[in-house]
Structure formats: C-alpha cells, structure tokens
C-alpha cells in the first residue's frame, strides 16, 4: 500500500509525477505531484473524460478558457472538470499534490 | 467549493458525517468524517460496490473479515475494498477525514 503523501519526486524535479492508484471500468485514479510547474503558454487541457480533481496538499491556480477569473486552490479544495471544458493550470506550489478521479462518460 | 479538510462535524459528535461531492454514472465520491467511531460489534460492511478509500487526515484500523491482522491507516494511506469484501472499522481518531471512491460494477 502506498501513501499519497509519500515518495515525492525530488524538490526541482523538471517534470510532474503522475501515477495510477486505480483503475477501473469506466474509472481512473490517479496522483499527481508538482513541484512548480504550471501549463506550458498557450496550451489548454481538452479531455474525453470528466474529471473531479482535488488538492490534497500545497496549492494551485487553475483557469478555465470559458470563466475568466482563476481559481485559487490550496489544500482541501476540489474542482470538477466536466470532459472537453478547456482548462489550464496557471500555477502550483511545490510540492502540490493532487488526486485525480477520471470518469469515462456513461 | 466546499474544502475536503473544512467544516467538520463538531469534537465528540455521536455520529459520523457523510456528505457526497460527486454523484455521476457509476460512482460517487463522498467524504467521511470519523470522530473517534468505530464500527458496532460484530458488525460488518458487505457493499455491493468496489470502493477506493483514503485517509486524508487522523489514524484508523480497518480489518477484513477474510485477514486476521488489521490494517493501521494514516494520513494518505489508502486501500481498495472489493464489493462484498466483508470489513469494518475498528477505530478511528478524532477526527479522521476519509475519502470514499465508490464504483458500481459494469
């Protein structure tokens, strides 16, 4: 059993950390660790699956193409990302570490 | 946006919180806020759905009905309960936050 707080990737790793927890019919669970990064300019986040993804510990701002104002995430907060809804994180804490639900659409 | 770490039920509650954040097909996500409970003697859960469980904050001991020695949680530990895996919650400290992934089985 692994613990969502531990085996981070090293402070001022280039890249974020992605792994699977679960996966299941119609579901992914997944842990994400970044130390910094934010979406690369321009780019935006387009997915076939919805989406509910939290912040369990630093923090993020997240931006979606349609609402103009950035959402400020820190700890405890959790955001629901339906597919296709464009989005892109701004910027994250380091160390920030998010849980990711992936739902296939029904 | 309500805050997975917020609004806890107050110090020495009688009963658990339950609260959804997340219905869509197929699963639900829902947090748990234990306040020292435990679950009643002899007592077993047998869910019809997998569940994927975290503890976010606090402490816990789980047991499995088919595993003589129980599984000591904390904070970012998390486990995988088949549906009608039989289990139950020998103790939690006050407070613990869980974070409950159930799946309906395609």
Not at 8 to 34: K, Y
């Amino acid at each position: 059993m692994s613990n969502l707080f531990a085996d981070l990737p090293p402070e001022g790793a280039a890249e974020e950390a992605f792994a699977t927890l679960l996966t299941a019919p119609g579901a992914r669970i997944e842990r994400i660790v970044s130390r910094g990064q934010a979406s690369p300019p321009g780019f935006w986040y387009d997915q076939d699956e919805d989406e509910w993804v939290a912040v369990l510990a630093g923090a993020a701002t997240l931006r979606f193409e349609d609402t103009p104002a950035p959402l400020n995430l820190t700890a405890g907060d959790h955001v629901w990302i339906a597919a296709h809804r464009r989005h892109r994180v701004e910027a994250t804490a380091d160390p920030t570490i998010w849980l990711a639900v992936h739902l296939a659409r029904g």
